[in-house]
C-alpha cells in the first residue's frame, strides 16, 4: 500500500473506480483526521463521530464515480461529512435528544505536542480548557473556525463546503477567534484541538473496508 502513498487523490480515485477497491485504504487514513474533527465540531462524541465517518466513506465510495474534480476532493468528502452531521443533529432535534447530552466515555481525544514545560499540561486538562472554551461559540462560528483554523481547509475551499460567500467566512472566523479565551489561543497551537488518535486510524480502515466487502459481495 506504502507505493501508492505518493500518487494524488485523483490518481488514487482514477484506480478505485477502475476496480482496486483496496485502494480506498489510501483515502481513509487520507482524511481520517479531518473528518473527525468536523464530527467533534458538532458536539458529537467519539463513537458517534467514528459512525458518521463510516457513513461518510461509504457515501463516498459509492458516488466516486460522480466525482468531477470541480472542487478539491478535500472540500467534497467534508461537504459529504459535514450533510451526515446535519442530517444526524436534525434527527436527534427532533427527538429532542442534544449531542452534548450524550456520554463520551472514549479515550482522550486531545494531545499536547508542546515540550514548554509551561504550557505542557495533561491531556485530560487541555480537553477540558479547549472543549469548554469551544462549547461557548455559536455553531454557524465553530464550523468555521474548525474548518479553517483545525482541519486547514482555504477560505475558498471553507465557503465552499458552507455554501456561504469568502466574506462570510472571514468574518464568522474573526468573530469565533474572539469567543474563544484569551488564555487557549496563547497556550495551544490549532493542531492541538480535536486530534484523531492514530491509535483509532487502524480501526476505522478495518471498518469501512470490512463494510465496503459486504456492498460488493
Same mark, same amino acid.
Given at each position: 500500500?506504502?507505493?501508492?502513498?505518493?500518487?494524488?487523490?485523483?490518481?488514487?480515485?482514477?484506480?478505485?473506480?477502475?476496480?482496486?477497491?483496496?485502494?480506498?485504504?489510501?483515502?481513509?487514513?487520507?482524511?481520517?483526521?479531518?473528518?473527525?474533527?468536523?464530527?467533534?465540531?458538532?458536539?458529537?462524541?467519539?463513537?458517534?463521530?467514528? %459512525?458518521?465517518?463510516?457513513?461518510?466513506?461509504?457515501?463516498?465510495? =459509492?458516488? /466516486? @464515480?460522480?466525482? $468531477?474534480?470541480?472542487? #478539491?476532493?478535500?472540500?467534497?468528502?467534508?461537504?459529504?461529512?459535514?450533510?451526515?452531521?446535519?442530517?444526524?443533529?436534525?434527527?436527534?432535534?427532533?427527538?429532542?435528544?442534544?449531542?452534548?447530552?450524550?456520554?463520551?466515555?472514549?479515550?482522550?481525544?486531545?494531545?499536547?505536542?508542546?515540550?514548554?514545560?509551561?504550557?505542557?499540561?495533561?491531556?485530560?486538562?487541555?480537553?477540558?480548557?479547549?472543549?469548554?472554551?469551544?462549547?461557548?461559540?455559536?455553531? %454557524?462560528?465553530?464550523?468555521?473556525?474548525?474548518?479553517?483554523?483545525? =482541519?486547514? /481547509? @482555504?477560505?475558498? $475551499?471553507?465557503?465552499? #463546503?458552507?455554501?456561504?460567500?469568502?466574506?462570510?467566512?472571514?468574518?464568522?472566523?474573526?468573530?469565533?477567534?474572539?469567543?474563544?479565551?484569551?488564555?487557549?489561543?496563547?497556550?495551544?497551537?490549532?493542531?492541538?484541538?480535536?486530534?484523531?488518535?492514530?491509535?483509532?486510524?487502524?480501526?476505522?480502515?478495518?471498518?469501512?473496508?470490512?463494510?465496503?466487502?459486504?456492498?460488493?459481495?
Amino acid at each position: 500500500m506504502k507505493q501508492f502513498e505518493q500518487y494524488s487523490d485523483l490518481e488514487v480515485i482514477q484506480k478505485i473506480v477502475a476496480g482496486e477497491v483496496e485502494l480506498f485504504e489510501i483515502i481513509i487514513r487520507r482524511y481520517n483526521s479531518f473528518l473527525y474533527k468536523t464530527g467533534r465540531s458538532y458536539n458529537y462524541n467519539h463513537e458517534d463521530t467514528q %459512525d458518521l465517518m463510516q457513513d461518510t466513506y461509504i457515501d463516498v465510495f =459509492t458516488n /466516486l @464515480s460522480k466525482f $468531477e474534480n470541480r472542487s #478539491s476532493f478535500k472540500t467534497w468528502i467534508i461537504k459529504i461529512m459535514l450533510n451526515n452531521c446535519f442530517k444526524k443533529q436534525q434527527k436527534w432535534s427532533f427527538k429532542n435528544i442534544a449531542p452534548s447530552e450524550l456520554n463520551d466515555k472514549s479515550s482522550p481525544m486531545f494531545s499536547n505536542h508542546h515540550t514548554d514545560t509551561n504550557k505542557a499540561v495533561t491531556n485530560k486538562e487541555l480537553n477540558v480548557v479547549i472543549e469548554n472554551a469551544l462549547q461557548q461559540v455559536p455553531m %454557524d462560528y465553530r464550523i468555521v473556525f474548525t474548518l479553517r483554523e483545525v =482541519t486547514g /481547509l @482555504s477560505v475558498a $475551499e471553507t465557503a465552499n #463546503s458552507l455554501n456561504i460567500t469568502e466574506s462570510n467566512v472571514k468574518v464568522r472566523l474573526n468573530r469565533a477567534k474572539t469567543m474563544l479565551r484569551k488564555e487557549v489561543e496563547k497556550s495551544y497551537s490549532a493542531e492541538d484541538i480535536f486530534e484523531f488518535n492514530l491509535v483509532y486510524c487502524d480501526a476505522m480502515v478495518d471498518r469501512v473496508m470490512n463494510k465496503l466487502k459486504t456492498l460488493n459481495a
